[in-house]
């Protein structure tokens, strides 16, 4: 699993301990797909975001926020992404979110398609 983050354990430390566990997995998939992605933490909002650098508005895709049944994963240009399967909900002008209600869940092919994209998806590429 990918290094713990002391912040982001702050930011879910509220949620039971089924959602902790679903947060933690949801944040190692991120990781497993974009290795290098940035992980920026806001604690007082309960919400972790991850791009290609720090700005959330311009450089990041997708987030990461806790709910009482289930984990958030959000998409920052969610509305352009392509979502064959139609996982995605919401009705913003850009961002979208996919309820992450069991760690069974993050193994699904078009789930992991979608963030494979999103982390591509109008943010600048992560500098090698």
């Not at 700005?55 to 049944?69: I, L, R, Y």
């Not at 999103?118 to 500098?127: D, F, G, L, R, S």
Request: glycine residues 6%; charged residues 25%; hydrophobic residues 35%.
């Amino acid at each position: 699993m990918e290094k713990p983050n002391e912040e982001f354990e702050k930011a879910i430390q509220s949620f039971s301990d089924n959602i902790k566990n679903i947060a933690r997995h949801t944040r190692q998939l991120i990781f497993t797909v974009q290795p290098k992605a940035v992980e920026v933490v806001w604690v007082q909002q309960k919400n972790t975001g991850f791009g290609t650098g720090i700005k959330k508005k311009t450089e990041h895709f997708c987030w990461v926020m806790p709910a009482g049944n289930h984990v958030n994963l959000g998409f920052n240009y969610g509305a352009e992404l392509p979502d064959p399967a139609n996982l995605l909900e919401g009705t913003g002008k850009l961002f979208r979110h996919i309820k992450i209600k069991s760690i069974e869940q993050l193994s699904d092919k078009d789930l992991i398609k979608l963030l494979k994209y999103a982390a591509t998806c109008k943010v600048p590429p992560i500098e090698k």
